[in-house]
């Protein structure tokens, strides 16, 4: 079982940006590919990021392609995605999840952390 522990949300302007990170405890973290997902209020589940289990293949939602950054450090047992030119549309509770394979989409996932909140002010 891993657990995930997200961090690094706030309240930016548009423009910003913001780096968020995410902890894993388990000792299986690093064989396991990771995805960061946003939902915003009255919206559904979206796609934001994802890697392999050793960072490498990333790929990216449309809406964060060439913007987002999604990084693995496996011997810190944390993944980050860095978040560059921030528009008030990136606003959203931001979520860290582990799969098992590679995917991007939600119910794909095994474990979720709790989230961290996202706010771009325009």
């Known amino acids: 079982q891993v657990q995930l522990a997200e961090s690094g949300g706030g309240t930016v302007q548009a423009g910003a940006s913001l780096t968020l990170s995410c902890a894993a405890s388990g000792s299986t973290f690093r064989y396991l590919s990771m995805g960061w997902f946003r939902q915003a209020p009255g919206k559904e589940r979206e796609f934001v990021a994802a890697?392999?289990?050793?960072?490498?293949?990333?790929t990216y939602g449309d809406s964060v392609k060439d913007r987002f950054t999604i990084s693995k450090d496996n011997a810190k047992n944390m993944v980050y995605l860095q978040m560059n030119s921030l528009k008030p549309e990136d606003t959203a509770v931001y979520y860290c999840a582990v799969v098992h394979g590679y995917g991007n989409q939600p119910i794909e996932y095994d474990y979720w952390g709790q989230g961290t909140q996202v706010t771009v002010s325009p």
């Open positions: 890697c392999d289990w050793s960072g490498g293949n990333p």
